[in-house]
C-alpha cells in the first residue's frame, strides 16, 4: 500500500511560479513511475507529467511543455513538480498519483494505483 500527499499548491497570479511536492509512503517508492494529472471544474481529470523510476524518462503533455518541469528524489521518497509562467487555465486541483505495476501508457490515469487527495492551484489573472 502507498500513502500519497501532496503540498505546495496557493493562489498566485498570471506568470508566477508555484513547487508541487508529493510525499509517498512505502520501501518501493523508487520503482514506481510517477505521475500528476490534474482537473478543473466542470471537465476530466487530465493528464499532466510523469516520471519514469530512473528519472532519466520524463513526460509531459503539450501544454505544459517548457513551462513545467517533474523531478524526485527517491532518497526521500518525494516527487516534484516546478510550475512556472502559470496561466490562468492552469487553475485545477492537482493530483499526484503512483504507478506501481509498469505500463507504457504514462498519461493514462487509469494506470495508475494510487492517488493523493489532491492540492489547488489557483492562478489568477
Do not use: H
Not at 512505502?26 to 471537465?43: C, D, V
Not at 476530466?44 to 519514469?52: N, Q
Not at 486541483?93 to 504514462?106: G, L, P
Amino acid at each position: 500500500q502507498v500513502q500519497l500527499v501532496e503540498s505546495g499548491g496557493g493562489l498566485v497570479g498570471a506568470g508566477g511560479s508555484l513547487k508541487l511536492s508529493c510525499a509517498a509512503s512505502g520501501r518501493t517508492f523508487s520503482s514506481y513511475t510517477m505521475g500528476w494529472f490534474r482537473q478543473a471544474p466542470g471537465k476530466e481529470r487530465e493528464f499532466v507529467a510523469a516520471i519514469r523510476w530512473s528519472s532519466i524518462s520524463t513526460y509531459y503533455a503539450e501544454f505544459v511543455k517548457g513551462r513545467f518541469t517533474i523531478s524526485r528524489d527517491n532518497a526521500k521518497n518525494t516527487v516534484y513538480l516546478q510550475m512556472n509562467s502559470l496561466k490562468p487555465e492552469d487553475t485545477a486541483a492537482y493530483y499526484c498519483a503512483a504507478m506501481e505495476r509498469y505500463s507504457r501508457s504514462y498519461y493514462r490515469s487509469a494506470d495508475y494505483e494510487y492517488w493523493g487527495q489532491g492540492t489547488q492551484v489557483t492562478v489568477s489573472s
